[in-house]
């Protein structure tokens, strides 16, 4: 069993107005000084297999037909 993270967040340049409204939140809570917050998400995944060359051409293909927007976001894998 092969376990992965695949970190999806958006482009440099993409607004992100969901990372704005989590700024404004932070500061009307009392949290001074925070900027440019930017907001994403987190796949966990358990793939069979222990091959880990196929595993990440696997969550390659995964991330370009589901898990991301690849013209409004990037991704990075982490496979343990």
Not at 24 to 32: K, N, P, T
Not at 63 to 80: G, M, R, S, W
């Amino acid at each position: 069993m092969i376990k992965a993270r695949v970190t999806v967040t958006l482009k440099n340049g993409v607004l992100d107005p969901q990372g704005k409204a989590i700024e404004g939140a932070l500061g009307s809570l009392g949290f001074e000084g925070v900027h440019q917050v930017r907001q994403g998400k987190v796949f966990d995944l358990e793939i069979d297999g222990t091959d880990k060359g196929q595993a990440e051409a696997n969550l390659k293909t995964m991330c370009d037909k589901l898990l991301a927007n690849t013209v409004i976001e990037n991704y990075t894998i982490a496979i343990d």
